[in-house]
């Protein structure tokens, strides 16, 4: 961990990196990816340079305040359950059945139940496999790059990222989300694919293919903590 005054950051170097880039995760640590020969001291420089930048984004008001909500629910009839951006009743029933069926609400084996918050994981998993993976081989093709692999993943802090050999990485929480929110974390990743920063012409990229970016940005700031909930 090296700082500048006062300035925590991390930095990670990588050989198959070609650029230098700052991200902010939600904890608010700052991470710095950089070619492998990048000397601290330029580092250093650039870092400064995002000062202002990266002061605004780890003090957001709205993305980093702590929930005013419980750390998730209970499994009980007529609670909630989000997907797909929308709140579905959840219905539990009696069955021998080890699957949960979804009919515009939850319909839940009641033994399964017992597993509570976590009881959903699982179907919200496939889900996520099933809707999220085959798009990003489609708009990657609407943006006119290549990637290597395509992983779902269990990350509380970052909702989509792209590694230095063009590995492709997703929160399955996604899937909790709007398909608008979906479609631009996707594009975000996708854009990085072309540019490595978040300079202008990068977002004239994401801008171009997601008209909804600002209306999804807004989402994740407003909605974020949730989809971090087991249910």
Not at 69 to 95: D, M
Not at 135 to 151: F, I, P, S
Not at 168 to 183: E, G, Q, S, T
């Amino acid at each position: 961990m090296l700082s500048s005054m006062e300035l925590n950051y991390t930095i990670q170097r990588s050989a198959k990196r070609k650029k230098l880039s700052i991200t902010v995760e939600r904890d608010r640590s700052v991470v710095v990816h950089a070619p492998v020969n990048t000397s601290d001291e330029k580092i250093r420089e650039v870092v400064e340079s995002k000062r202002a930048w990266i002061y605004e984004k780890t003090n957001h008001t709205q993305k980093y305040e702590e929930a005013s909500h419980p750390p998730g629910k209970e499994l009980v009839n007529g609670e909630s359950a989000l997907y797909l951006g929308r709140h579905y009743q959840i219905e539990l029933v009696q069955s021998r059945s080890q699957e949960i069926v979804f009919e515009q609400k939850f319909i839940i084996p009641e033994w399964l139940g017992k597993g509570r918050r976590t009881v959903l994981r699982d179907w919200y998993q496939a889900r996520a496999e099933e809707k999220i993976v085959p798009k990003v081989a489609k708009m990657a093709k609407q943006v006119g790059v290549d990637y290597a692999n395509v992983r779902l993943v269990d990350n509380l802090y970052r909702w989509g990222s792209c590694t230095p050999n063009n590995n492709l990485h997703f929160n399955w929480r996604l899937i909790k989300a709007p398909m608008y929110v979906v479609d631009y974390v996707i594009i975000h990743e996708l854009a990085h694919l072309r540019e490595g920063n978040h300079t202008p012409r990068f977002w004239n990229i994401v801008s171009a293919q997601s008209p909804k970016m600002e209306k999804a940005k807004q989402w994740l700031r407003e909605h974020g903590q949730i989809l971090e909930e087991e249910i």
